[in-house]
């Protein structure tokens, strides 16, 4: 089982819309949970945090499901400039705390 | 707003030469690593460096790669005999640690080409 597993996408979807992404990862260990959005060929940029409480930050909204180990990513009001790709990335708790990065979703938002 | 800084941005080389990738992490964090991300591919963990030495290092950061933080400011990856598959982006990362969320702050990359 992959360490944390995505579906690819990409997801096609017109301005406006609300789409959501999901995310499940496989260390139960794991302590942090974040949502990075990549642009073609540059860094990962830090999104959110993911709090098992739920948390949102303007459009955005971000759940955690430690029971199920299942994070997801809604996107409302969707832009324009919203397209690129989605990271769940998730560390664990070893003295590193290395990033374990999801193969990303990719969206297209179109006019 | 306090950046990591990744030098070259672009590296080309020819199989075989060792190369030196630099960064300069965000000055008050104490962790930093590398990352790489093959064409296509996810990005994948390399290494990470605390206190002066290697806390923990991935299956791919074998003997041909080593870090170094030679003063205060610049973390560097040497890559002593390059490989072909060793073409990808390196990703510098620095975090403050053992602070929760344990976010890490990555720079722009440095894109290596082997030839």
């Known amino acids: 089982r992959k360490e944390v597993e995505q579906d690819p996408g990409p997801f096609n979807v017109p301005e406006g819309a609300t789409v959501a992404f999901n995310c499940t990862y496989s260390n139960s260990a794991s302590q942090s949970f974040f949502w990075y959005r990549q642009d073609c060929r540059k860094e990962p940029k830090l999104l959110m945090s993911v709090y098992s409480s739920g948390n949102e930050d303007g459009r955005f909204t971000a759940q955690l499901n430690r029971a199920s180990q299942y994070i997801s990513l809604l996107i409302r009001d969707s832009k324009l400039s919203d397209s690129a790709t989605y990271l769940c990335v998730v560390n664990g708790r070893d003295s590193s705390y290395k990033l374990i990065f999801g193969s990303g979703t990719r969206l297209l938002v179109r006019p | 707003e306090p950046e990591v800084t990744q030098t070259p941005s672009h590296q080309v080389t020819q199989m075989g030469q060792e190369v030196i990738l630099r960064c300069v992490p965000i000055s008050n964090h104490l962790y930093f690593y590398w990352y790489r991300q093959i064409l296509g591919q996810k990005v994948e963990f390399l290494v990470s460096?605390?206190?002066?030495?290697?806390?923990?290092k991935s299956e791919i950061f074998d003997d041909q790669f080593s870090v170094e933080r030679p003063d205060g400011s610049n973390f560097t990856l040497k890559i002593r005999s390059t490989k072909l598959e060793d073409s990808a982006m390196y990703f510098c990362?620095?975090?403050?640690?053992?602070?929760?969320?344990?976010?890490?702050?990555f720079g722009a990359g440095t894109r290596l080409s082997v030839l």
């Open positions: 460096f605390y206190n002066n030495e290697i806390s923990e």
């Open positions: 990362a620095s975090g403050a640690g053992d602070i929760l969320p344990n976010i890490q702050y």
